[in-house]
């Protein structure tokens, strides 16, 4: 009996596993990229902040009072940065540990962080809660989120405006639902099918030299698929926009609203 040995076999076994081993490495580096992307944007404002506070401490007649206040700032914004690195490592290694968290917490955590820049540019705010709302999350993830989206929405309204977060529960569906609402400048259908990819912007960096790297919304979209989630947006030129983030709630808080 002859024996037919196909030689081509082991060969195309050997380059399957050296491309294997190739999109092993891409989506290494890739993961990379989003970390140091995410880590980068993040960190703009919270440098800024610790930044003013260290200026407004080193001033010769600061009161010791004054100083306190700066100093515990930049303690809060430093830790805040450790948990973003933290965050963001968790997610590129999958290994993120989420909590049980009321969304309607966390959105008065991010109003609070943007309070200051936010009545700067003569914005206010109105709280739609239907809640609480549960969903398990990262909530330093969600946070960064909604941060991103309420700067862009301040950013849509240069003239000063109203911006509208609601949070319900979406119990038929089993949805944790956080939407942000603006009546700035909208987006075209044209710019509506890019605003979700890395560094697409329409912006220029403002005179802090900052914003404009068009990686607030894919960071957004990475951590809320992360979430198993999903995010929209709806959109008219000069009228305005909403972004919906739809998370799945937390089953307990489903059934007892059920
Ligand atoms: N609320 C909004 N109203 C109008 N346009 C928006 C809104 N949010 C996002 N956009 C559009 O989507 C683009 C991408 O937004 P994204 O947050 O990713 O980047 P950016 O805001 O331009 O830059 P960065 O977030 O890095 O400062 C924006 O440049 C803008 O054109
Ligand atoms: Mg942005």
């Not at 969304?103 to 700067?120: I, M, P, T």
Request: net charge positive; aromatic share 2%; glycine share 8%.
């Amino acid at each position: 009996m002859r024996v037919v040995t196909d030689n081509s076999e082991p060969a195309a076994q050997d380059e399957i596993a050296w491309l294997r081993d190739q999109l092993l490495r891409c989506q290494r580096l890739s993961t990379v990229g989003t970390v140091a992307s995410g880590v980068a944007h993040e960190f703009n404002n919270i440098l800024t902040t610790i930044l003013n506070h260290a200026k407004m401490a080193q001033k010769p007649n600061v009161t010791p009072e004054s100083k306190d206040q700066s100093l515990e700032k930049i303690v809060a914004a430093s830790q805040r940065a450790a948990a973003i690195v933290h965050g963001m490592l968790g997610m590129a290694r999958g290994s993120m540990r989420r909590e049980v968290t009321d969304l309607c917490k966390l959105v008065d955590e991010a109003l609070l962080l943007a309070g200051k820049d936010l009545s700067k540019h003569r914005v206010t705010v109105e709280k739609i809660y239907k809640g609480p709302v549960l969903a398990e999350v990262v909530p330093i993830q969600i946070e960064q989120v909604l941060l991103n989206l309420l700067i862009n929405a301040k950013q849509a309204m240069p003239q000063g405006g109203v911006i509208r977060v609601e949070v319900l529960e979406n119990s038929p569906l089993g949805l944790a639902e956080i939407s942000v609402a603006d009546a700035g400048c909208g987006m075209s259908p044209g710019d509506l099918g890019h605003i979700f990819e890395p560094f697409y912007t329409t912006k220029t960096p403002d005179s802090d030299n900052r914003g404009g790297t068009g990686l607030g919304l894919s960071i957004c979209r990475q951590i809320i698929d992360q979430h198993r989630g999903r995010i929209r947006v709806q959109s008219a030129l000069g009228k305005g926009s909403i972004f919906t983030i739809k998370l799945p709630a937390h089953i307990e808080s489903a059934r007892k609203a059920a």
